[in-house]
């Protein structure tokens, strides 16, 4: 169940960003931003990012950031309307975005993964001045007035810049540019505010470092490396955090009820006091801005540039799949609650009848013990860190034509990061670099993601600059007595982000405004779920497996146990998306909402698991506060679309199949969000898209297809 709170969170300043029209054009006369002082050279020279900089620096810099972006903005709103052309107003733009982009990258991102408070403060400080100033640039009339004389002027553009004019006049429009001058100033004084709570949000769960002590006996049922990967007080106590790889397989397998009580209640009450308010204020004033810009809610005001268009088809969406997924799903609780009553007849305990918020990891953790023969102690032994990241680059190199070398000395935030340099394989050419920073650390971000530092698109000279994008994670630490052993979900989740990774390495876009991610939010995952497939087949598996103590190939038992059992809980599975997917659509329809109520109501209703009293699940939810606002559903309607890229394609013509695999990095990813998702999609399956994959693999009833 991590995985639907481990997705990309990093859309939280890729949305920022991408919504914001403000951009910067570099006075090179002024020098350049990145100093190689105490820095590697040969990194710095290559992807021109530092992550050195002091608090003071972050701030100043911030600073001069916005000084200049300010005088390039004041330069275009200037131009006589008749005087406008190609090269002063859409080009100057573009080109400034695509600079601004990077500075403001090495300025925010540190938030995230610096090992220094200090600089994380500074960065979400800088971050927070930078996110008012977007909203200041993506209000300025003056601009808007230029594009719009500019659109009546144009009629020979290429389809790509074309696509960007148009975008940012219906951007300006979503501004309320079109609007009288009093509703202009609020709707930028409330989009202000909403940044920074934003910001407030996210920045709450990075520095929250709650953890609980246990004994030994109240961690019985846990695998001897998990126990021996904690740390130990004076008195002997265990120290679990609520960090994933502490809290996912202590509720998977700790089989003492009481533990997982306590657990589930901490994790879900994480920022509980702080994180409500912040939320429920976002709903308000969300819909405050949906209402000043002419639509009926936020979901519908963010939904308007997605695939999905409207809360309507949304609601239709989820309605449909949780018709389709519901009598699976009392299947699996019945099935689950007779687990849970023989378990209990056994130690001698009784049995109240009810499946709890801390029994469901557990027990469908159980249900593949005992329907699928997973023998989940024995499958973590092949899976070490080490051996699933070799396997995992060379999957990726061979099935999209590409090379990774390790970047020697490389300039990075940690001494436990490192940077790789993406070549493509046919001709040599570098075409982009990623850096893995995968274990956690106290005031880290504390999900799965992946970042974008640097956008692969055209710079002002016309030349290609290189993207550059980073993949964090929280993956168990190796001991001196331990390797990182990972469990098969963690596995699964290294595949998705690093899919991410090679949307952003692959793109090339001519503008900053379309490079890599910077797709509809409903599209966005699309790539990264195709890629989770690999996972569940067998020849990549034996390429990313070797036990750890004798470098032994795992056996077929387990693999075949571990494949068969893909179909386990899927019904719970995708319901709790759909809960998710509701809640997100049901707070951002209303004016108001509680959010404690609106989780524990819907999760009743269609999970029929009761929220545990007196926790707040949303107040965690980072995707409400992270770019996935009104938008959560995108997993489920991207992973219909994956689902049907993988078995109509890969799984027909050979999951390693390197001519599919070049069709599907220049037909999906290298377009970036420059084509339209579905027209992506029509290009590379060759018709219309349709559910029935998904469905099917799910190990359901092939149902009737049915496009989105």
């Known amino acids: 169940m991590h995985n639907t709170n481990s997705r990309r969170i990093s859309r939280a300043f890729l949305n920022r960003v991408s919504r914001a029209k403000s951009s910067l054009r570099m006075i090179l006369q002024n020098g350049p931003l990145v100093s190689v002082a105490n820095a590697s050279l040969s990194t710095l020279s290559r992807n021109g990012l530092r992550w050195n900089l002091t608090p003071d620096q972050i701030k100043r810099r911030a600073d001069k950031l916005i000084q200049r972006t300010k005088q390039i903005y004041d330069s275009v709103g200037l131009l006589d309307l008749d005087k406008v052309s190609f090269e002063n107003t859409l080009k100057a733009l573009a080109d400034a975005k695509m600079e601004y982009t990077v500075s403001r990258h090495v300025l925010d991102f540190p938030q995230y993964v610096s090992p220094c408070s200090q600089v994380r403060s500074a960065s979400a400080e800088a971050d927070k001045k930078l996110s008012e100033f977007d909203v200041e640039m993506s209000m300025r009339n003056d601009v808007f007035q230029r594009l719009l004389a500019l659109q009546k002027q144009l009629k020979d553009l290429k389809p790509e810049a074309e696509r960007l004019l148009g975008r940012l006049i219906k951007l300006g429009r979503r501004n309320g540019l079109h609007l009288p001058k009093n509703v202009q100033e609020e709707v930028k004084s409330t989009s202000k505010l909403i940044s920074k709570l934003c910001i407030d949000y996210n920045k709450n769960l990075n520095e929250d470092n709650t953890f609980l002590l246990f004994s030994e006996d109240e961690l019985d049922g846990m695998a001897e490396s998990y126990v021996h990967g904690l740390e130990r007080t004076e008195d002997g106590l265990y120290k679990v955090t609520l960090k994933y790889p502490h809290y996912f397989p202590l509720m998977k397998r700790c089989c003492v009820p009481e533990t997982r009580q306590k657990m589930e209640a901490a994790f879900h009450s994480r920022c509980k006091e702080v994180n409500t308010a912040i939320l429920e204020q976002l709903i308000s004033l969300r819909a405050k801005v949906a209402k000043l810009l002419g639509f009926s809610t936020h979901a519908d005001y963010v939904l308007e540039m997605n695939m999905a268009k409207n809360s309507v088809n949304v609601a239709r969406f989820l309605d449909d799949f949780y018709t389709k997924l519901k009598s699976v799903g009392e299947q699996e609780r019945q099935y689950i609650q007779k687990l849970k009553k023989a378990e209990a007849e056994w130690l001698g305990h009784e049995f109240d009848g009810q499946i709890h918020a801390w029994d469901l990891l557990y027990y469908m953790n159980q249900v593949e013990r005992v329907k699928f023969s997973v023998n989940m102690d024995k499958l973590i032994e092949y899976f070490s860190l080490e051996v699933v990241t070799e396997g995992l680059l060379g999957i990726y190199q061979e099935l999209l034509g590409l090379t990774f070398e390790r970047v020697k000395d490389a300039h990075v935030w940690h001494d436990s990061v490192s940077l790789y340099s993406v070549l493509d394989a046919a001709s ?5 670099q990623f850096y893995l920073d995968l274990h956690p650390r106290e005031g880290k971000y504390g999900h799965a993601a992946c970042f974008s530092l640097q956008p692969g698109c055209l710079g ?14 929280n993956f168990t630490k190796p001991t001196s007595s331990w390797p990182s052993l990972l469990q098969h979900h963690e596995v699964k989740t290294f595949f998705h982000e690093f899919g991410h990774v090679m949307h952003e390495i692959c793109s090339r876009t001519d503008f900053a405004e379309f490079s890599g991610m910077l797709v509809e939010t409903d599209f966005v995952e699309v790539p990264s779920q195709v890629l989770e497939n690999w ?34 809980n899927t019904g719970l599975m995708n319901l709790r998306q759909v809960v998710l997917s509701k809640v997100d659509q049901s707070l951002h329809t209303k004016c108001k909402a509680n959010t404690a109520e609106e989780f524990a109501q819907h999760s009743k209703d269609i999970l029929g698991i009761p929220a545990s009293p007196g926790t707040n699940m949303t ?24 689902m049907d890229i993988f078995f109509s394609r890969f799984k027909k013509e050979g999951i390693m199949n390197p001519k599919v695999g070049m069709e599907y990095r220049k037909a999906i990813l290298e377009a970036g969000g420059s084509v339209d998702g579905a027209d992506m999609l029509k290009e590379f399956l060759g018709r219309e898209p349709c559910q029935t994959a998904f469905f099917k693999c799910k190990g359901l009833t092939e149902l009737e297809s049915a496009g989105n």
């Open 428 to 432: 040599g050419e570098e075409i982009g």
């Open 460 to 473: 002002s000279d016309g030349e290609r600059r290189l993207p550059v994008a980073a993949m964090v994670a």
């Open 535 to 568: 996972v569940w087949e067998k020849e990549p598996l034996r390429r990313m497996s070797r036990h750890y103590k004798d470098g032994s190939t795992i056996p077929d038992s387990l693999l075949e146990s571990l494949i068969a059992s893909r179909v386990a």
């Open 619 to 642: 107040a965690s939810f980072s995707h409400l506060a992270g770019g996935y606002d009104g938008q959560y559903y995108s997993y489920l309607w991207s992973e219909v679309y994956a």
